[in-house]
């Protein structure tokens, strides 16, 4: 089902119709639920990534002064590891690159099962819809346009 609400998502966003995110519920790094409703009323910037992925580990400090920067204008990073991803792995991840940012574990492929290339990133507006699916590594005009959804949403 979840599988299947992120395709409809992402092929209704490549047509140019705005959809609504999927509101997961995965496990943080302490077992802890979040979900993606818990963040309503902000900008929420969902990145999916693996260790394994260089792409993905050389974005992570970009997304980091992304937070930092504009926490206190209501954004939210969230970034959610493969299901392929061994709890260990993350956490020496989220330890090394000094992640500021939720990381959750995607054990059952929720949302990583039809990523087609990683990283993915989903930015999610303030009212929970999807405004930019970002495939494969973020470059400086994607990391602009989600200044800009905080800015001015």
């Not at 400090?61 to 206190?72: A, N």
Request: glycine fraction near 6%; aromatic fraction near 6%.
């Amino acid at each position: 089902m979840r599988f299947a609400l992120l395709l409809a998502i992402s092929l209704s966003f490549q047509a140019g119709v705005a959809a609504p995110a999927p509101d997961f519920m995965l496990k943080d790094l302490d077992g802890h639920v979040v979900r993606l409703s818990d963040y309503r009323g902000k900008v929420v910037v969902v990145n999916i990534w693996a260790t394994w992925c260089p792409r993905c580990l050389a974005e992570m400090p970009e997304l980091v002064k992304l937070q930092e920067e504009y926490k206190g204008k209501g954004l939210q990073v969230i970034g959610v590891s493969t299901a392929r991803e061994a709890r260990s792995k993350v956490v020496r991840i989220r330890s090394e690159l000094k992640i500021n940012y939720p990381l959750l574990r995607d054990t059952k492929d929720v949302l990583s099962g039809r990523a087609k290339a990683l990283p993915l990133t989903l930015v999610v507006d303030r009212n929970g819809v999807v405004q930019r699916i970002i495939s494969g590594i973020l470059e400086p005009e994607d990391l602009e346009s989600i200044r800009q959804l905080c800015d001015f949403s």
